[in-house]
């Protein structure tokens, strides 16, 4: 498997620090609010990537943090009168709850929370102020990146370049305007913990470096998140992690480009965003994640209602195969594969090949599901009830299998009303009494119940809308 490794700006063949085992950091949301696309994207595609390593083998430990206390945690809770506590634990529960539409892989994932860190993160800050790496300036902690190797190297900016760049503020106290703040000195209504500095709080930066060394260790295979964290966070995070243990912090970094809205990147700054709570009111979250997946995770998408309408037609196409080979699969006969069907076996495993190594191609998720398009075309075109079984049976064990790695086609077909199924039965007689105005009321009855009819060679199909 090849991953592009945004350290070295190329693909590299995929191999963990640990035979059999891999570890992931996952950026997480900062929760003051809810959750839009924006935020999905990576939610997505690197539970996708666990989904995948699983499949492969590979024994996954998978973390996607929380940073529950910084600045607009902060200002979030002075606006609405309350605590930066009840802010986070507001938000992560609407978390939890968008994490369930979007099929994410919740039951495996960790989710620490920063401030349950506070006594390791205090010990890290210790540990670069003993190197001489970081600086107390009256209760204030910086780390001094003028000790740190290689400061760019993850984002390939000059430092000279980014210092003489900088503007330093009037009595600015750090000794260079790129050190970044470790330890944040109280401020009056702010949450604070003692430290050796005095009541303060963490830096974002050093949140994450002490979250993933304490879950994680000092080395990890595979750190991910938005390109728009290269720099400044990705890159103090090494800069202070490899400061401390001389390790590198991650073999493999992994950056997935924006969601735009009208070629702009989507931000709450912007005020151009989706929340994932508003898409709910109007689609199935799981066309969301279809949309998501339907562009490698490298290229820029474009977000509007109208892709997300397309991407619900697109995957209903894959519903609708898979529901076509469960109705197959309880009309065919089992038998002896004769030369003509082995072959077809050999084309629908010709199709998985094509999907597997998409994915092992840096996570082409894209190219995976036209694989599934292909399965799906195959057998609405090759497969009807005087098909074997075993072919239809390959076919549809196939397509469950490949689209668990992508997390979709996952939701269970459910089981009509009585009512429904009664105008069902007897729509059918009316027809055969040739009674076609009762019939079209039926069907119009049925519509307004939210279910469409479909008049088919192997008898009526239905489906929800």
């Known amino acids: 498997m090849k991953l592009y490794n945004t350290l070295t700006r190329k693909k590299e063949e995929f191999k963990p620090v640990k035979e059999g085992q891999v570890t992931i950091y996952s950026c997480g949301p900062t929760v003051y609010n809810y959750i839009h696309v924006g935020n999905a994207r990576p939610l997505v595609v690197f539970d996708t990537l666990r989904r995948f390593l699983i499949y492969k083998g590979y024994k996954v430990k998978y973390l996607v943090n929380f940073t529950d206390i910084d600045d607009k945690m902060i200002q979030k809770a002075n606006e609405e009168g309350t605590t930066v506590k009840e802010i986070a634990d507001r938000y992560i529960k609407a978390f939890t709850e968008d994490a369930k539409g979007l099929n994410l892989y919740e039951e495996e994932t960790i989710h620490p929370r920063a401030t349950d860190f506070i006594n390791q993160i205090i010990d890290f800050i210790k540990g670069l102020t003993e190197k001489g790496s970081a600086y107390d300036i009256d209760g204030n902690v910086y780390f001094d990146i003028a000790k740190a190797k ?148 490298r290229n820029p998408v474009n977000f509007n209602k109208e892709v997300l309408m397309q991407s619900q037609k697109g995957l209903e196409r894959l519903y609708n195969g898979k529901k076509n080979l469960e109705y197959l699969l309880d009309k065919a006969e089992e038998r002896l594969l004769t030369e003509e069907e082995k072959s077809s076996i050999e084309t629908l495993n010709k199709y998985k090949t094509e999907f597997i190594e998409s994915m092992e191609d840096d996570l082409n998720t894209a190219d995976a599901i036209s694989s599934l398009f292909e399965i799906v075309k195959y057998t609405n075109t090759y497969l009807n009830e005087q098909s074997n079984k075993r072919i239809i049976e390959e076919a549809y064990n196939m397509l469950i299998e490949l689209s668990k790695i992508l997390g979709i086609l996952s939701k269970k077909e459910e089981i009509l009303e009585e009512e429904i199924l009664e105008l069902i039965e007897k729509r059918s007689q009316a027809r055969k009494d040739k009674n076609y105005k009762l019939s079209d009321e039926i069907r119009d009855a049925l519509k307004e119940k939210g279910i469409i009819l479909e008049d088919t060679q192997e008898g009526v199909k239905w489906k929800r809308i």
């Open 150 to 297: 290689d400061y760019g190297k993850l984002s390939k900016k000059n430092v000279d370049d980014l210092i003489s760049g900088a503007r330093i503020e009037v009595n600015e106290e750090k000794k260079n305007p790129m050190d970044f703040a470790l330890w944040k000195k109280e401020k009056e209504g702010e949450p604070s913990w003692d430290s050796p500095w005095g009541k303060g709080r963490p830096g974002w930066h050093i949140e994450c470096s002490v979250m993933a060394k304490a879950l994680l260790g000092d080395t990890i295979d595979i750190h991910a998140g938005g390109e728009d964290l290269q720099f400044p966070h990705h890159e103090n995070e090494i800069a202070q992690s490899e400061t401390l243990t001389e390790k590198p912090f991650a073999n493999y970094w992994m950056h997935n480009a924006m969601v735009n809205v009208d070629n702009e990147k989507m931000s709450k700054s912007k005020f151009n965003f989706f929340t994932i709570k508003d898409i709910a009111k109007e689609f199935d979250l799981e066309s969301l994640r279809f949309f998501i997946l339907s562009a490698h995770y």
